[in-house]
């Protein structure tokens, strides 16, 4: 009973962490962006620093009309948005903060677990495109599809050279074979990750398929209230979500210089919070890629180095063993 008791706790756990951890890089990047780019508007609502303009923000999502085109195909449409959120729910559960089992549940293939459950993320913006029954939305999901073909693969590559590394696909056994000088020799791969991940949550500059001057907003054109704000959760929950494994395969996770045991979750949120940042602020700082720029680069760049970082890999591991 007591290992089913500490097995709910700790999903109850990643549940509160769901909920709320999205929210509140929603509000920091109001900030962020507010800051760098001169924004008076978020800075205001409710006055103190605009501390109310997440609140306000669910308000206006709230107060919606819910529409669904008439031709689109009802159900689907409706489903969609739940199929782009819930995937991260099922992510972080694998994702440890902490030693001594501190993870809503271990998997001894816990990188090919995440990896997959993120991919079926993208299946949300491919429903909502085509139920939508319209050209933009349809057209905003044939790119996303052709974005998860290209940048799925350098994820894999370099998450299976971490996982060389370490010689166990168990993120908590990633981190657990860490070392530091590790930081330095699997950067390219880190760098490589991060990159393809930002991809594949099509942030900028990697937001082709919701190019407002373009194709309006993409798969999620027809969407209103709430059921649009669960796209907009989907999105914040995926940063949480790609910076928090970044930080367990590159980063080492709970390893810090000050007793890791006690202050590890520390060591892990710290890093997760500071690649949320980064994620933020790409999207002030560079202007979206044409669609044969964004192709290009994954398929020019990222799997080439990806590939370079597994040859690596395999040649460290021969010359340690």
């Not at 951890?21 to 962020?32: A, C, N, S, Y």
């Not at 994702?95 to 001894?108: E, K, R």
């Not at 980064?278 to 560079?286: G, P």
Request: charged share 10%; glycine share 10%.
């Amino acid at each position: 009973m007591s290992d089913t008791l500490a097995l709910v706790l700790r999903l109850l756990a990643v549940f509160v962490v769901f909920l709320v951890f999205p929210l509140v890089i929603g509000q920091t990047e109001h900030k962020v962006m507010a800051h760098m780019q001169g924004r008076l508007g978020p800075m205001y609502a409710g006055g103190f620093h605009g501390w109310a303009q997440l609140v306000a923000d669910g308000v206006k999502f709230v107060q919606k009309e819910d529409v669904v085109p008439a031709g689109a195909d009802r159900r689907i449409f409706q489903l969609a948005p739940a199929v782009a959120l819930l995937p991260y729910l099922l992510v972080m559960v694998a994702i440890p903060v902490g030693p001594h089992n501190a993870v809503g549940q271990a998997l001894d293939a816990g990188v090919f677990y995440v990896l997959a459950v993120m991919g079926v993320g993208v299946l949300g913006s491919l429903m909502a495109g085509w139920a939508s029954a319209n050209k933009f939305s349809l057209l905003g999901g044939v790119r996303t599809a052709a974005q998860l073909l290209a940048y799925e693969l350098p994820m894999l590559l370099t998450a299976a050279s971490v996982a060389m590394a370490a010689g166990t696909l168990s993120l908590p056994g990633i981190l657990d074979a860490f070392h530091w000088w590790w930081v330095p020799w699997q950067l390219v791969g880190g760098v490589v990750f991060f990159v393809a991940g930002l991809a594949e949550l099509q942030r900028p500059p990697f937001d082709m398929p919701v190019a407002d001057s373009e194709i309006i907003f993409g798969a999620y054109t027809e969407y209103t209230g709430l059921r649009f704000a669960f796209f907009l959760l989907a999105e914040y929950a995926g940063i949480v979500v790609l910076s928090a494994l970044t930080t367990v395969l590159f980063l080492g996770g709970w390893h810090g210089p000050f007793g890791a045991d006690g202050l590890g979750w520390v060591w892990t949120l710290v890093k997760t919070v500071a690649l949320c940042f980064v994620v933020i602020w790409l999207r002030v700082t560079y202007p979206r890629l044409r669609e044969d720029q964004l192709q290009k680069l994954a398929w020019t760049v990222l799997i080439p180095l990806a590939l370079a970082q597994i040859a690596l890999t395999g040649v460290v591991k021969v010359v340690i063993s």
